[in-house]
């Protein structure tokens, strides 16, 4: 590959790497300060049952959190990105059930802002899981290459 290329591509993976990083990091560190909040707002996603709402609520904002730091120190490649992607497949899923049900007004429960669910969110979280799939899968193939 030129070198030209190989640069600009370990540049947009730098980029993607930070941004998604910050993105899980943030994330997860705003929830840790709304538990209670972020729980209800569960709850309210009716995709399980109270009990596993209560739990997921619990676990999620601790695994972002460590997802995001995982991102930014390149470690555990490429498992946190792909995590990361599943996770965002999982939000996207969760939104696009409530969309369909007609509950377009549920707050998305992003960063702790009041942004309401809609389609363009789904969209958003499958594009950055698709960013988290090919930044995991440069990685990998980058430190395969390495070795050779």
Partial sequence: MPPA????????????????????????????TQR???????ERFRVLPKRA????AA???????GLGLSILAQFGQPWPEIAGAILLMVFAVAVAINL????????????GMSQTISWRLVLRN?????????????????????LQ
């Avoid at 290329?5 to 840790?32: D, M, R, Y």
């Fill in 36 to 42: 209670q909040q972020f729980a209800s707002l569960v």
């Fill in 126 to 146: 499958l594009s950055l899981a698709l960013v988290l799939v090919a930044l995991g899968t440069y990685r990998a193939v980058s430190a395969g290459s390495a």
């Fill in 53 to 56: 709402s209560r739990k997921f």
């Fill in 5 to 32: 290329v190989t640069l600009a591509l370990s540049i947009l993976a730098l980029v993607a790497q930070t941004v998604s990083g910050l993105i899980f990091a943030l994330a997860g560190a705003i929830k840790l």
């Fill in 59 to 65: 676990a999620l904002p601790p695994v972002e959190l």
């Fill in 100 to 111: 369909a049900r007609g509950e377009n007004q549920l707050n998305c429960g992003c960063f």
